[in-house]
């Protein structure tokens, strides 16, 4: 694989191969330039293809795999090898693991300046820390899931905790903690838990419940969909249109564009008269097509959007404006975020397989 030219150009991490967080921290590394090398298995495909069934798996772009066998001495010699050579590395084995392989963090000591990303669940301490887990638990132990939905928690695919409270903070505390060594020529062991990172996501709702201003339940409150100006509404089609109408401007345009008048409805600064005024507007959103409302808001300020499906998402015109998605090996993918005006990111297709020698020879240049 090519070295990028992103803003992280020069920077060198080995990434042992691993599941959802860690190969999406990967490649947020390898979209801005940094050359990841990822460790793999002999004869496996990406992280997650055996787990999903995919032949392609877009969370490998960018970088180039090297198949070792780290539970033989010559797979591990020849790991310990590049990370010799690296600047950082990041794993996601359950805590221990990479210790009984004589690869845990202390088994680099002669490499002061290596910081250690660790991708976990739980962190590497507490009384869950060896337990297995999905996003979904970590998600109910952070009081996360317990906020979102109606009736029943609301699963949100696992956007905000192997992406959200994972692989952004191991990418984020990876940068950190290579800032300093790069400043002062010593590493560090980069503990990320999702749930931390999850518990961090968190911060303004906790703080709110700690404030009395949040109802510890959910759909009673500004965000969750109680409030009549910030929820989904079903349109006559079977689409939806998603409100978030918060400040009286808005609320004024949506009113407007909705054909009703202010003066009939209920109070909506009367959180009692919220149902009643939530009836109100979803028997309007209900008379017409979700089409229709798209155009009747469009370009207003009543911060009214169609909710879309993915294809529409990929399709529609401020995304494509934008370039949010590329195309790379005949799949839809996200481009790199954020957008950085002199030294933006690249998505690269999926790298090679080459040899541990290939690699070293690559970095000892």
Not at 205 to 213: K, L, N, S, Y
């Amino acid at each position: 694989m090519t070295k990028g030219k992103g803003p992280l150009n020069g920077l060198r991490i080995v990434e042992i191969s691993g599941l959802g967080p860690t190969p999406f921290a990967a490649m947020c590394l390898a979209d801005f330039g940094a050359e990841v090398i990822r460790i793999a298995r002999p004869g496996s495909g990406g992280a997650d293809t055996h787990v999903l069934g995919l032949e392609v798996d877009v969370l490998d772009r960018g970088r180039d795999v090297v198949e070792l066998d780290l539970k033989s001495e010559a797979g591990r010699e020849a790991v310990r090898a590049l990370i010799a050579r690296a600047d950082g590395l990041i794993e996601g084995m359950r805590p221990g693991v990479m210790e009984r392989l004589g690869l845990g963090p202390e088994d680099f000591a002669d490499h002061p300046a290596l910081v250690y990303g660790r991708m976990t669940g739980w962190g590497q301490t507490g009384p869950l820390a060896k337990a297995a887990g999905h996003d979904i638990n970590y998600l109910s132990l952070t009081g996360a899931l317990h906020a979102m939905g109606g009736e029943a928690p609301a699963i949100p695919l696992n956007l905000l905790g192997d992406f959200g409270g994972g692989g952004i903070y191991l990418a984020f505390g990876m940068l950190a903690a290579l800032w300093r060594a790069r400043e002062t020529g010593q590493g560090q062991v980069v503990d990320c838990a999702i749930t931390d990172g999850v518990a961090h996501l968190m911060a303004m709702i906790t703080g709110m419940v700690g404030q009395e201003a949040w109802e510890d339940r959910r759909q009673a409150n500004l965000l969750d969909g109680a409030a009549p100006f910030y929820t989904v509404y079903a349109c006559s089609c079977g689409g939806y249109m998603a409100v978030g109408a918060i400040e009286p401007q808005f609320w004024a345009a949506l009113i407007d564009g909705l054909g009703l008048d202010p003066a009939s409805l209920p109070d909506r600064a009367d959180r009692t008269r919220w149902p009643e005024l939530c009836a109100v507007l979803a028997a309007r959103f209900a008379q017409e097509s979700r089409e229709h409302w798209a155009a009747c808001f469009a370009g207003t300020d009543a911060c009214a959007t169609p909710v879309l499906s993915i294809a529409e998402a990929i399709a529609h015109p401020q995304n494509a404006e934008r370039g949010a998605y590329v195309s790379l090996e005949g799949i839809a993918q996200p481009a790199p975020a954020p957008r950085l005006s002199a030294t933006p990111g690249q998505a690269r297709p999926q790298g090679h397989r080459i040899s541990a020698a290939q690699a070293l020879a690559r970095w000892s240049a």
